[in-house]
């Protein structure tokens, strides 16, 4: 039944005050941006990656950040490599020491592999990329399911938001992000992999009221893009950027706080682009010639 009278106020429907957020990947790049906007609209979030040095730096800044602003928000973190399904069980097994329930699960952790076409490697080119990038979201939702789904109901569901790209529908390989001769021959079927690996898990989920959803982010500032963007520089990218720049952290806060929000508890299974519309504008130099 409808509420005949729904609050339909932005401090309502965008609300994500006091939820609990676990970000892997947390510590930079778009992980980090994330992470601040849910701790900025006073959520309690835990980042998660390998390095702790970077973890420490990142949960220094933004709970600095927050100080200056007054918010009720608190960012901690804890260390993990998700690279293997061990990996993703301790990280699950010491989240579950600290907290009874988890609102919103950010699969953020990714990484990628440039190799030559003839001579591209097996371990590190294909199996740790499909092990970060696809299996630990698998491990990692699975793990967590029944604290999502604790509490939770078709007003108010669990969450998780799966990081893919716009790479998983650019068959492109070679180009501006890598060394030339090299080509990410894996990352982008891995990243074609989340989106349906999104939806398999949207439609297992939603009986038990946990919506699953991916963000395909275009260029943003990160470690991943940081070698295309010293070499060929900003205006390469921005050239083919209809909006006239790349993604900001507000542009990757803004979605996520909506994925995690009474906004949008009827939404499950969505791959929502977010490139500025990058992939309308590609110019004939940029495909390559085989």
């Known amino acids: 039944m409808f509420t005949l009278t729904p609050d339909l106020k932005i401090t309502s429907l965008f609300n994500v005050k006091d939820k609990i957020v676990l970000v892997t990947g947390g510590s930079a790049g778009i992980g980090k941006m994330i992470a601040s906007g849910f701790a900025h609209n006073g959520a309690k979030v835990y980042i998660a990656s390998r390095k702790e040095s970077q973890l420490q730096e990142a949960v220094a800044e933004i709970n600095a950040d927050l100080k200056k602003a007054g918010t009720s928000g608190y960012v901690s973190y804890i260390v993990a490599n998700v690279g293997s399904k061990a990996g993703c069980n301790s990280l699950i097994d010491e989240f579950k020491k600290r907290e009874s329930k988890l609102h919103v699960l950010v699969n953020n952790s990714g990484i990628t592999w440039g190799g030559p076409y003839e001579d591209f490697p097996e371990d590190k080119g294909w199996d740790n990329v499909f092990n970060v990038n696809v299996k630990s979201i698998f491990y990692m939702t699975a793990g967590l399911t029944e604290l999502l789904s604790k509490d939770s109901n078709n ?31 894996s990352y982008q079927p891995s990243k074609a992999a989340v989106n349906h690996l999104t939806s398999q898990l949207a439609l297992k989920l939603a009986p038990r009221h946990v919506t699953v959803n991916a963000i395909l982010p275009g260029v ?3 470690k991943m893009t940081a070698f295309g963007l010293q070499t060929a520089g900003d205006a390469t990218f921005v050239a083919n950027q209809p909006t006239g720049r790349y993604g900001s952290i507000e542009d990757m806060a803004g979605m996520s706080l909506f994925l995690a929000s009474p906004a949008s508890s009827h939404v499950t299974g969505a791959h929502i682009m977010l490139d500025g519309g990058a992939r309308y504008n590609v110019r004939p130099e940029q495909v390559t010639k085989l």
Do not use: C, H, M, Y
Not at 160 to 185: F, H
């Open 220 to 222: 943003f500032p990160s």
């Open 155 to 185: 007003r108010d569901p669990g969450r998780v938001i799966n990081i893919s790209s716009t790479a998983s529908i650019d068959p492109r390989s070679e180009g501006a992000l890598s060394r030339p001769g090299n080509g990410t021959w």
